[in-house]
């Protein structure tokens, strides 16, 4: 049973005067068709996977607020609206007891949330867009980069369009962008903190890019300057391991970590900078996997007297402060420095 709202070219008069009176217009899913000055293309805009990452949404809101036309016919997706709009809004990643919507884009689609994500990859299909940007927020502060799992010069103009940080892995999760190889080039773009206003004004300013530009994949530039991060690891915590974020350790809680480590985002980390606090065998409380294979937590941390420090030098993104997310998703990716490719002048 289909779920989704189809508008084509909604009036600014009809859509409501703010994001949450936006959100509530459309309900539900929603897939809103733009005619573009040239109709012979279509790209796609995806937006609100998650449910607590408004900085899409809200660009999206006031590009049709504008009235402008993009350049190309566009089908902007807004998916999960219901998540966006449980009380207090934007605050809940997917509703209670569904799984994380950015994990379902591969069979089966046998749930709530598999369903809604094969409806995604049908309207895509539909369209066959000639390029797809999937807008989020990160949980934490930081700044913003973009995510392919398929580096070339089109899916490199397309991230330089918002920022200039590009990481590229072959983690296979069931994330939207997965679907880059086999069908069209896609990008996820993590516009910065989901309560960050710099976030909202990239994500308004980067949509604008990509929808006013006749072109976003080609180009003259063979070097687009983006400094490359290559096959990031996940830390996760292994199932049943309960985490704090304080000062001192929480006697109640195998691992504590410390409540500013979200301002390690992107720095480079040295192995004397302290992470937290565990209790316990390093391998017995983490789980980290490279890209052949291999456990990884030993390459990733180290305990010194029931202190957490970082094995080696670490570039760490994605750090969440909140727990659920912890729980349910991971720590943070993190990528050894030997693997940062600095990014070169065109």
């Known amino acids: 049973m289909r779920r989704f709202r189809f508008l084509r070219n909604p009036l600014a008069t009809e859509i409501g005067t703010s994001v949450e009176s936006f959100l509530r217009y459309l309900g539900g899913p929603a897939s809103i068709f733009l005619e573009g000055a040239d109709t012979s293309r279509t790209r796609a805009f995806v937006t609100l996977l998650h449910g607590n990452e408004p900085s899409g949404a809200m660009a999206l809101f006031r590009w ?8 190309v016919n566009t089908v902007c997706i807004v998916a999960s609206v219901e998540a966006a709009l449980a009380p207090p809004l934007f605050t809940f990643r997917m509703l209670p007891g569904h799984r994380d919507l950015n994990r379902c884009f591969r069979p089966p689609f046998d749930d709530d949330q598999g369903r809604l994500a094969e409806e995604i990859l049908e309207i895509l299909r539909l369209h066959r867009p000639e390029a797809v940007v999937d807008m989020h927020n990160t949980s934490g502060t930081g700044p913003a980069f973009g995510v392919c799992t398929h580096m070339d010069r089109q899916h490199d ?31 996820t773009v993590e516009v910065g903190g989901r309560l960050d206003d710099s976030a909202h004004e990239l994500a308004w300013s980067g949509l604008c890019e990509y929808l006013l530009r006749p072109q976003v994949l080609a180009g003259d530039r063979v070097d687009w300057g983006l400094e490359l991060l290559h096959n990031p690891i996940r830390l996760e915590l292994n199932p049943g391991v309960q985490l704090a974020y304080a000062e001192q350790p929480d006697p ?9 480590i979200e301002h390690l985002n992107f720095g480079v980390v040295q192995t004397d900078v302290p992470l937290g606090w565990v209790r316990g065998d390093l391998r017995s409380l983490f789980w980290a996997q490279d890209v052949s294979g291999r456990c990884a937590v030993g390459r990733l941390l180290r305990v010194e007297e029931g202190r957490l420090f970082p094995a080696a030098p670490l570039k760490l993104f994605m750090i969440t402060t909140n727990p659920a997310i912890a729980g349910s998703d991971c720590l943070f990716y993190a990528i050894e420095q030997s693997a940062v ?3 070169v002048s065109a």
């Open 252 to 260: 109640a809680v195998p691992v504590t970590l410390r409540p500013d």
């Open 64 to 71: 049709l607020k504008s009235a402008r036309q993009p350049a």
């Open 157 to 187: 103009a397309l991230v330089s369009l918002f920022t200039e940080r590009m990481i590229v892995t072959r983690l296979n999760l069931g994330a939207l962008m997965e679907i880059s190889e086999h069908r069209y080039p896609t990008v």
């Open 341 to 343: 490719e600095d990014p």
